[in-house]
Structures are given as structure tokens and as C-alpha cells.
Nanobody, 124 residues
Framework: QVQFQESGGESVQAGGSLRLSCAAS????????MGWFRQVLGKEREGVAS???????NYADSVKGRFTISQDNAKNTLYLQMDRLKPEDTAMYYC??????????????????WGQGTQVTVSS
């Protein structure tokens, strides 16, 4: 059974940076589509960044140029580098995976595997 362990979420000032990590076992990232999502209480979970099984990267318009999704296959870890953070980036962030091809930022209900979430809070 796939298990994820997310880390890296904390409280930061606007303009700051954070790097979220998602370590998985047993898992081979290259065989899966991977994604990062975020959710604010009372709102739907939204896609932030993803990498499909061909390696193509996708980003939500709201984070393009500020967030970068990457992975270290040797460490079985997925990352989300977040720069120039804004208060509206405040949310619970989740990593997700699916063995099927996910085109673009596929909606959250389509993804099969999820981490437990890590909280990011950006103050102005």
C-alpha cells in the first residue's frame, strides 16, 4: 500500500519561500502521475502543480512563475518549491499520485493516492 509523508509547511511572511516534500514508500514516482493540491476550509481542493507520466509539468495560473514541482527518484520524494508567497497561498497542501495518465491539472476526485496534508500559512 502506497503511503505518503508530507513535510515543509509552516508560517511565513509574504514574499518568502517554502519547499514542501512528499516522501513515498513503496513507490516509483516515474511510473505515476504526481500532483500538488491545496485546500482552504469550505472550498474545493484545487490543483496547484502536476507532472504527468510523460514528464510534462503543469501549473495553475495563480502559481505560474512562483512554484516549481520536481522530484528526486533516488529519494522517492516529490517537492514543491514555493517562492514569492502571497497570503492567498495560505492553505493545506496535499500531494497526490495516480497510476493512470493525468492530463493537465486533473480534478482532485480523479486521483487515487493522497498524503495527509501540510499547512502553509502566509501572513501579510
Amino acid at each position: 500500500q502506497v503511503q505518503f509523508q508530507e513535510s515543509g509547511g509552516e508560517s511565513v511572511q509574504a514574499g518568502g519561500s517554502l519547499r514542501l516534500s512528499c516522501a513515498a514508500s513503496p513507490f516509483t514516482y516515474s511510473h505515476y502521475s504526481m500532483g500538488w493540491f491545496r485546500q482552504v476550509l469550505g472550498k474545493e481542493r484545487e490543483g496547484v502543480a502536476s507532472r504527468d507520466s510523460t514528464g510534462k509539468l503543469n501549473y495553475a495560473d495563480s502559481v505560474k512563475g512562483r512554484f516549481t514541482i520536481s522530484q528526486d527518484n533516488a529519494k522517492n520524494t516529490l517537492y514543491l518549491q514555493m517562492d514569492r508567497l502571497k497570503p492567498e497561498d495560505t492553505a493545506m497542501y496535499y500531494c497526490a499520485a495516480d497510476p493512470s495518465f493525468m492530463s493537465g491539472l486533473a480534478p482532485a476526485p480523479l486521483w487515487n493516492y493522497w498524503g495527509q496534508g501540510t499547512q502553509v500559512t502566509v501572513s501579510s
